[in-house]
């Protein structure tokens, strides 16, 4: 019996029987990168989702890297939501991510051997499309073919995947399951990428006899955690239950608006939430954008407040930045506030966390972009095309550094007075409330404006 049977409800109709207006909007959350991703959205997922019931992630793959770290203690998921660390909270992996089982194994693994519960705690969406070893062959390959444009992508196949989902040749969980499907699949998919891969690229062919008895094997071990996740979670809010949706990557990597083509390829901003998970659009309550105190991005792509001098090393020394991962260097800059207005936009955010505040103790000043000139004109326009950020100058204000440290402050009136002007400064300049500010990796490091917590016991109490 499946816990997404409605005959399973006990005194209860079945979720297909409600209308969308009994969901319950106040009872959902969205946590969301407002930058290009790595905003401590592992942490923020940590901190507020000990009171819900259900945190789901909606987009991505295990090209994500959530560091969490409790009581000392790192834990770096990819595919699994950050929720799976709390007792009693449910994780959902939805439909629009894309699964590599593998990886999805070797985490649920690793989970155990740390005491962390998922039986019965956690669950795959049937719908999920599947990455198989000819989407890392193909990406590999063809990011390093001359004349592609190079992505700097995880190498994770994520790419591949999607192509092949909107191709509408792709393999979901639920294809995963029935074996003789999986098997027709494998060798009709290895033939011919096989064949393209050699043709476009040399490489080498995969085997298929090899390759379906290694996914045969995995889906037995992953059946156990599929079931239909869109009923779970409409029901959940629907029941009165709270839901946070945990975004992967951040919204200048989302495949329509983000810095294309260097971007992943899944939407990552509030908007894939719905298509994500198959709750609808109507349902989604609380928007919470996610920013470091200043910038960083891995990978390639425009990045107009980047720092290549020693400041840039200096934010990534102190910051750490370095890919959880994949281990690269993060490029740093400052903090760019026309993105985060343009973030703010897209995303309908309600509510601004800041985040790694601590990184910028030691500096004696710090400028933030506080808007673009493009080919020596002003403009509040965010360029559609690649390029259009070769042209554009950012506008710095420069703000008093507070030199001081504030690792680890958890209320806001003890912060020194420059730090506390500067998040009043990102606050009016981009249009939205600080809810939470962050002043370390750890749970506890953490503060609250009282507003806010207010607005986050609603949604879960
Ligand atoms: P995510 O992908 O958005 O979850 O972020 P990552 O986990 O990839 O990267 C964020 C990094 O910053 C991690 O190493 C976190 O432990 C760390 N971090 C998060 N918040 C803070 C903070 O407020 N201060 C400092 N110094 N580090 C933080
Ligand atoms: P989290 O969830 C930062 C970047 C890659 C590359 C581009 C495309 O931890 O914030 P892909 O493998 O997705 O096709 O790569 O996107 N990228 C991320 N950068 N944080 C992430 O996730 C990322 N996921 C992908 O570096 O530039
Ligand atoms: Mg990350």
């Not at 294309?260 to 509030?270: D, L």
């Not at 994500?276 to 990978?299: E, F, Q, S």
């Not at 912060?415 to 939470?436: N, Q």
Request: glycine share 12%; aromatic share 6%; proline share 5%.
């Amino acid at each position: 019996m499946s816990v997404c049977d409605p005959a399973v409800r006990p005194g209860g109709r079945g979720i297909l029987l409600h209308g969308a207006n009994d969901l319950m909007k106040g009872k959902t959350a969205v946590i969301i990168g407002a930058q290009w991703g790595d905003e401590g959205k592992g942490k923020i997922v940590d901190v507020l989702s000990e009171k819900f019931a259900v945190v789901a992630r909606y987009a991505g793959g295990h090209n994500a890297g959530h560091t969490v770290i409790i009581n000392g203690k790192k834990f770096i998921l990819q595919l699994v939501p950050c929720g799976v660390l709390r007792p009693g909270c449910r994780s959902v992996i939805g439909n629009g991510v894309v699964l590599d089982p593998l990886a999805f194994l070797k985490e649920v693994a690793s989970l155990r051997e740390n005491g962390v519960a998922v039986d019965g705690n956690l669950f795959v969406s049937n719908r999920a499309h599947v990455i198989l070893p000819y989407h890392r062959m193909i990406e590999l390959a063809s990011e390093n073919a001359p004349g592609r444009v190079k992505i700097g992508t995880t190498s994770r196949g994520i790419g591949p995947a999607y192509e092949d989902k909107m191709g509408r040749r792709g393999l979901r969980v639920a294809d995963l399951l029935d074996l003789k499907l999986l098997k027709t699949h494998i060798e009709n998919a290895c033939s011919e990428k096989n064949m393209i891969a050699h043709a476009l690229f040399n490489s080498e062919p995969l085997d298929p006899d090899k390759m379906y008895e290694e996914y045969a094997a995995a889906s037995e071990k992953i059946a156990p955690f599929v079931s239909d996740t869109a009923v779970l979670l409409n029901r959940a809010i629907a029941d009165g239950q709270s839901v946070m949706f945990e975004g992967a990557q951040g919204t200048m990597l989302d495949i329509d608006l983000g810095t294309y083509p260097f971007v992943t390829s899944s939407s990552a901003t509030s908007g894939g939430v719905s298509i994500g998970t198959g709750v609808p659009p109507t349902a989604i309550g609380t928007v919470i954008g996610l920013t470091k105190a200043y910038c960083t991005r891995v990978g390639g792509g425009p990045f107009p407040s980047e720092l290549l001098d020693k400041t840039g090393d200096i934010l990534r020394a102190r910051g750490n930045e370095y890919g959880a991962v994949t281990g690269r260097p993060r490029r740093c800059g400052w903090l760019d506030l026309p993105l985060l207005r343009y973030a703010g936009m897209i995303n309908g955010i309600s509510w601004l966390v800041v985040t790694k505040l601590d990184v910028l103790d030691e500096l004696d000043e710090i400028p933030v972009c506080v808007s673009y000139k493009i080919n020596g004109r002003a403009t509040e326009e965010i360029p559609a095309h690649a390029s259009g950020y070769d042209n554009i100058e950012c506008v710095y204000k420069t703000l008093p550094g507070w030199r001081s440290s504030t690792e680890g402050i958890t209320e806001l009136r003890k912060l020194p007075k420059a730090a506390r002007e500067y998040l009043d400064f990102i606050a009016k300049e981009s249009g939205t409330r600080i809810g939470m500010v962050s002043t370390g990796p750890g749970r506890e490091q953490t503060m609250f404006v009282d507003e806010f917590a207010a607005e986050m016991e609603s949604v879960t109490g």
